[in-house]
């Protein structure tokens, strides 16, 4: 079996929406990721401890851009133009 890790850290962008995202049972945060159905999204905040759209599998690197409005009531902050990702 091909290892999964590191598999799509060059990978295109996802847009998904975490509410539709399957729960991991890890937090209220944590997903599992839609690209390799194994790895996790954590959900990433900023240096002002803020919750934002952009994050990646910690196995497959899969970037994802999340389309919610807000995740577990923290309104997500758009860091798509500082990551490069803007589109
Ligand atoms: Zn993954």
């Not at 990433?44 to 409005?69: F, P, S, W």
């Amino acid at each position: 079996m091909k290892s999964k890790v590191g598999s799509n850290v060059k990978a295109t962008p996802m847009r998904v929406a975490h509410a539709a995202l399957p729960d991991s049972g890890a937090s209220e945060f944590a997903k599992a990721c839609p690209a390799c159905e194994e790895g996790l999204l954590l959900v990433r905040r900023n240096d002002k401890h803020e919750v934002t759209n952009v994050d990646r599998c910690l196995l497959c690197g899969q970037v994802v851009i999340y389309t919610d409005a807000s995740i577990a009531g923290w309104p997500l902050v758009d860091v798509t133009a500082s990551k490069g990702l803007a589109s």
